[in-house]
């Protein structure tokens, strides 16, 4: 079978280095990819029409595409790709709105009474001023997509000043004007996300997600600098409860609502002091949850997802996991998430120790795999990487496809993720390895994974 994933972040890579192992996928490439992806398939150029990129797709005879990024899902992909018989492994745009219109989420969990900060989706001026002049402070004002004027508020005045400014905001496709005004969910996050057919939802390990720049979740927001997940314990129970209290109710309300749903079901959540809060739902894995994830995933995830895509996820069983933890740690450009460098040397992958992997986010190889035509088919596995089965790390990749030239081309730049018996030893494993690579203007937290929750 013919496969393409699409995406260009750290998740795209582990998708990636996940299925490169798969018995059922004879032929795999990514759109756009990186760096990482182009060590182990050929990279197509980008297609930003997405008609055009179904098209492309048929042309080329790939039989699944899986987005790696919801972007590509929330623009219409499974839409467009329906055309062509192609199946995607995510919903249609009318329920991947959920994903990218914070005025759609906000209405959708309180319709349905989903637990979530206490807060409204407002769509004129004059009654989010009156809201916000009613509310107590502190607030937190979202755009329905990301702007300057997101954040915190603890001043009344300047929070309606930031209303102002989000109103006036020029018109975005997809989006909706107005407004979500809430109370802040302050708590650390956690992400869970299941495999689902729209009536059977198989989950899988909850991950702690790390989003703030500093050690001990200070700083500027900062989304992706690290994750971690463990087998057992606070995050085992987390998991379980947010299975039957969050994941469950939304796959329901999406049924009564009418929006189908299949492949990916993610939530984030904030865990508060009043319990856990959604803070999105997500119709992929997000970066850099699939790093900490699909390293510990015993089984062939393509079946799952094709289980997903035919409706017959009833009879699967659930998903086996390695009895481990695992830890990612992401290094960024120093400046990020505001101004900073790109075009950075990425040195030290062939000293990463064996099973040890760098994700890559946005970066660039020239020397690295390039998608020509339908001709092309991803390197004989069993001949290249003979023994390594599916623990293919940076280093043994490196050496055995010849130098590259690996640079930065975002903000964030590698996750570098280890697995071990406890948290306390993957962490160690995953910071003696990420200080092997030599990164100019890099910084990364130094807590990633220090404590489970």
């Not at 069993?382 to 081309?409: H, K, N």
């Amino acid at each position: 079978m013919k496969v393409l994933v699409l995406g260009k972040n750290g998740a795209a890579h582990a998708y990636v280095w996940k299925l490169f192992n798969s018995q059922r996928i004879d032929s795999l490439a990514t759109m756009p990819g990186n760096g990482g992806t182009s060590l182990l398939v050929p990279n197509a150029e980008h297609i930003e029409k997405i008609n055009e990129l179904a098209k492309w797709a048929y042309d080329e005879h790939f039989q699944v595409i899986i987005p790696a990024e919801g972007s590509y899902l929330s623009a219409g992909l499974a839409d467009a790709a329906a055309a062509y018989k192609i199946p995607v492994c995510g919903p249609p745009k009318n329920s991947a709105v959920l994903e990218r219109s914070r005025l759609w989420l906000k209405e959708f969990l309180n319709r349905h009474q989903i637990p979530t900060s206490t807060g409204r989706a407002l769509g004129d001026l004059a009654t989010a001023e009156r809201y916000v002049a009613s509310q107590p402070m502190p607030l937190v004002l979202w755009g329905d997509y990301p702007s300057e004027y997101d954040g915190a508020y603890t001043d009344r005045a300047e929070a309606l000043a930031a209303l102002a400014g989000i109103f006036a905001l020029p018109p975005r496709e997809g989006h909706y004007r107005g407004v979500v005004i809430e109370q802040p969910a302050l708590g650390p996050t956690v992400a869970l996300s299941a495999i689902t057919d729209g009536t059977t939802l198989i989950p899988m390990q909850a991950v702690r997600m790390y989003d703030r720049l500093e050690d001990n979740d200070q700083g500027w927001a900062a989304e992706g600098m690290g994750a971690h997940t463990t087998p057992s314990g606070i995050l085992k129970q987390l998991g379980d409860y947010l299975s039957a209290a969050i994941l469950e109710p939304i796959r329901a309300a999406l049924l009564r609502d009418k929006m189908p749903w299949w492949g990916i079901l993610g939530v984030d959540c904030s865990i508060t002091a009043s319990g856990p809060q959604v803070l999105r739902i997500r119709t992929t894995l997000s970066d850099p949850e699939a790093q900490v994830l699909l390293p510990l995933l015993e089984d062939d995830l393509f079946p799952f997802l094709v289980a997903a895509n035919n409706r017959s996820l009833l009879n699967v069983p659930a998903l086996r996991w390695r009895n481990e933890a695992s830890v990612g740690v992401t290094m960024v450009a120093n400046g990020y998430p505001h101004s900073f460098s790109t075009g950075m040397a990425i040195d030290g992958m062939p000293e990463l120790e064996p099973g040890v992997v760098a994700f890559q986010n946005e970066t660039a190889n020239p020397n690295g795999l390039r998608y020509v035509s339908d001709e092309m088919h991803m390197p004989e596995k069993r001949g290249l990487f003979s023994g390594v089965s599916d623990a293919l790390s940076d280093a043994i990749l490196v050496r055995s496809m010849g130098p590259t030239r690996l640079s930065s081309q975002a903000g964030r730049i590698v996750t570098v993720t280890a697995q071990a018996s406890s948290l306390a030893a993957a962490h160690e494993k995953a910071y003696n390895n990420l200080k092997r690579l030599r990164i100019a203007s890099a910084v990364y937290r130094n807590d990633i994974g220090l404590r489970e929750l």
